[in-house]
């Protein structure tokens, strides 16, 4: 049986790729909700709709896991999945603890960039309430960097100028670890991460969520099949030339890797 990974677009790609490398002979689903990308800037109630929609879509065939590699779909529709499917859900949530952990002994703050309506939901709120004791962590959209993924636009000067925008009044030599909240951020690594001294650590979630993947689905780390793995991409939109964005987004974000730590829920 397959396994499922979903996100609004193409963020959820930088999780498929760490998959990929770790689980070699398993055969992933990737569904993008080109429909409805992006959630970030839309209401609870709609994002909830969306997702219940397009993982009934998912569901029609057997799945053996699902993964929502998306932070703003997991904090709206963890539980409701959880309830309505037999197979495992494996979430992600922006990677607050272990920011902390490492960044407090250090004397720094944490950054956390996330989606608007991410940072908004109780679950993000009460997340900070619990690991920042000493009030050091910063929250901060950047809706920008979904449009302009979903673009496939990387070009440095308009990154450049979104990004200064966003962070102008901010003391950026006040942090020691930025937390990529959100799985379209990875693709923009290297252009944030100009913004900070170069010993500031950036965590996403792509690694956490794979352990916890392999975790449940129990896969062989070396592959058992001998094949390569094999990635049936999907969307709920019309787009033809989508297909081919994801296979793009794929082959970018695996020539650049991921991080550690981070945090699957
Ligand atoms: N990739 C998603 C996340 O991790 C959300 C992007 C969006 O659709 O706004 O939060």
């Known amino acids: 049986m397959k396994i499922a990974i979903f996100d609004s677009g193409l963020g959820g790609i930088t999780v498929l790729s760490e998959a990929m490398r770790r689980m070699p002979g398993e055969q992933f689903i990737y569904f993008a909700d080109t429909k409805h990308v992006p959630y970030g800037t839309k209401s609870h109630e709609e994002v909830k709709q969306n997702i219940l929609e397009s993982v009934r879509i998912i569901a029609e065939e057997p799945i053996q896991a699902l993964v929502v590699a998306c932070n703003t779909a997991t904090s709206i529709g963890i539980r409701d999945l959880r309830m309505q499917y037999p197979f495992p859900v494996i979430g992600m949530e922006p990677a607050v603890k272990p920011a902390v952990a490492i960044t407090r002994p250090i004397g720094k703050r944490v950054l956390v960039l996330a989606t608007q309506l991410t940072l908004k939901?109780?679950?993000?709120?009460?997340?900070?309430?619990?690991?920042?004791?000493?009030?050091?962590?910063?929250?901060?959209?950047?809706?920008?960097?979904?449009?302009?993924?979903?673009?496939?636009?990387?070009?440095?000067?308009?990154?450049?100028?979104?990004?200064?925008?966003?962070?102008?009044?901010?003391?950026?030599?006040?942090?020691?670890?930025?937390?990529?909240?959100?799985?379209?951020?990875?693709?923009?690594?290297?252009?944030?991460?100009?913004?900070?001294?170069?010993?500031?650590?950036?965590?996403?979630?792509?690694?956490?969520?794979?352990?916890?993947?392999?975790?449940?689905?129990?896969?062989?780390?070396?592959?058992?099949?001998?094949?390569?793995?094999?990635?049936?991409?999907?969307?709920?939109?019309?787009?033809?030339?989508?297909?081919?964005?994801?296979?793009?987004?794929?082959?970018?974000?695996?020539?650049?890797?991921?991080?550690?730590?981070?945090?699957?829920?």
């Open 121 to 265: 939901e109780s679950k993000y709120k009460d997340l900070v309430q619990r690991v920042d004791d000493y009030g050091i962590v910063d929250s901060l959209p950047m809706p920008g960097l979904v449009t302009l993924c979903e673009e496939l636009q990387f070009d440095e000067q308009l990154v450049d100028e979104y990004v200064g925008r966003q962070f102008e009044g901010l003391a950026l030599q006040d942090y020691g670890t930025v937390v990529l909240g959100c799985t379209h951020f990875p693709f923009f690594k290297r252009h944030l991460a100009k913004w900070f001294a170069p010993n500031v650590k950036m965590i996403d979630g792509a690694k956490g969520t794979v352990n916890r993947l392999m975790e449940v689905v129990k896969a062989d780390r070396h592959g058992s099949t001998g094949s390569l793995p094999n990635v049936d991409f999907r969307c709920s939109g019309e787009d033809k030339q989508y297909v081919h964005k994801m296979k793009q987004a794929l082959e970018m974000i695996s020539d650049g890797g991921s991080n550690e730590f981070d945090e699957s829920k």
